[in-house]
């Protein structure tokens, strides 16, 4: 995009501008395995151009009380929170049916 988003959007407000942007992305939350037997919840989809990716992943590691990571326009965290990721986006203003859980 690189534009002023109220440019693009007729002079909007920033949060109706936001809600737009929130509805037409498709997150994915799905569960990796990674070596002995660790399993890591990783979340695609959320626009690193629109969201603060280090700052969302700051949110869910303290709601979640574990560790995780942002890097590669993904978020890492640390055992299965799929669910409760879900939930936790939904709270946040994400629209729910956008957001898929892979199993």
Request: proline share 4%; net charge neutral.
């Amino acid at each position: 995009m690189g534009k002023d988003p109220s440019s693009i959007f007729g002079g909007l407000p920033p949060e109706i501008y936001e809600q737009l942007t929130k509805e037409e992305q498709i997150i994915k939350i799905r569960l990796e395995k990674r070596k002995f037997g660790r399993e890591v919840t990783i979340i695609e989809g959320v626009d690193e151009k629109e969201f603060n990716l280090k700052k969302l992943a700051s949110t869910l590691k303290s709601r979640l009380a574990t560790g995780g990571t942002a890097k590669n326009g993904k978020i890492e965290l640390q055992g299965d929170h799929r669910h409760r990721v879900k939930e936790i986006l939904v709270e946040l203003g994400f629209p729910e049916e956008n957001i898929l859980i892979i199993e």
